[in-house]
């Protein structure tokens, strides 16, 4: 049986209580075998790219193993308001050289 958003979004839910945010991704057109995440957990500050994503792996085991593929942003949530401002910053510079 394919894996749902829904078994991702309770799995991640059920380990990570703080979570601020989650955002999935289905990429594979629907059929579930591949899977982008967000994740914005206050429980990242002072951990590494790498060992934010060993610990998601760790979390998440059961469901990579049925899926083809699964990648994974990890931010803190000040990681996460400062990726937001420059992406706003950007829509906006943008937006001027358009005019």
């Known amino acids: 049986m394919p894996v749902t958003p ?3 979004e309770l799995t991640l839910k059920a380990a990570f209580p703080e979570m601020k945010y989650l955002e999935i991704t289905d990429t594979s057109s629907g ?4 899977y982008a995440v ?3 957990n206050p429980t990242f500050e002072g951990k590494m790219t790498l060992a934010r994503h060993r610990w998601v792996n760790d979390i998440m085991r059961e469901q990579i193993k049925q899926m083809h593929a699964f990648s994974q942003k990890t931010y803190t949530p000040a990681e996460w308001e400062r990726i937001k401002a420059k992406m706003a910053e950007e829509e906006a510079a943008k937006a001027a ?3």
């Open 31 to 34: 059929c579930g075998s591949s």
């Open 6 to 8: 829904k078994d991702i």
């Open 38 to 40: 967000i994740i914005i």
């Open 97 to 99: 050289s358009t005019e």
